[in-house]
């Protein structure tokens, strides 16, 4: 079994995406439109350039994600996507690269569990925990 996160966005997938594949390293491997889907003729014009699936690769872990229409959306709560690091310095510069323009909620520093610990909301309203246990 293998545990993938899937996201969900108002319309902004597919910036969101390749922002994380640029802070994070990655890969995207897939991104569809509902445009390019067999059911386009079946979507509403204005929603065709919406992501139907992205899926981003880092590594050998997934990332997944999707435009929800508004009475699917929901505001993300009760999780954090938690990035788990070795190296200081990788902590540092994904950290301040996934925080750039949106809420740091506690900075990036030393805990008693952590050489690196913080917490933020990123621009697209994705909540994201950055944790390193130096080896």
């Known amino acids: 079994m ?3 996160p899937y996201l969900t966005f108002n319309g902004q ?3 969101a995406f390749k922002f994380y594949e640029q802070c ?3 890969k995207i491997v897939m991104m ?3 445009g390019e889907s067999p059911m386009a003729e ?3 014009e204005a929603w065709r350039d919406k992501i139907l699936h992205a899926q981003l690769t880092i590594g050998d872990i997934v990332l997944m994600g999707s435009d929800a229409p508004s009475d699917y959306l ?3 709560q009760g999780f954090y996507v ?3 690091f070795e190296d200081v310095t990788e902590a540092e510069r994904v950290f301040q690269a996934l925080a ?3 809420t740091i909620r506690m900075p990036l520093q030393e805990t008693f569990w952590a050489k690196r610990f913080g917490m933020f909301v990123d621009r697209f309203g994705i909540p994201w925990m950055v944790n390193c246990s130096e080896a």
């Open 2 to 4: 293998q545990l993938n």
């Open 13 to 15: 997938c597919e910036a």
């Open 24 to 26: 994070l390293g990655g």
């Open 32 to 34: 569809m439109t509902h």
């Open 42 to 44: 079946q979507t509403a």
């Open 74 to 76: 929901e505001k993300p």
């Open 82 to 84: 938690n990035l788990q």
């Open 100 to 102: 750039d323009s949106g």
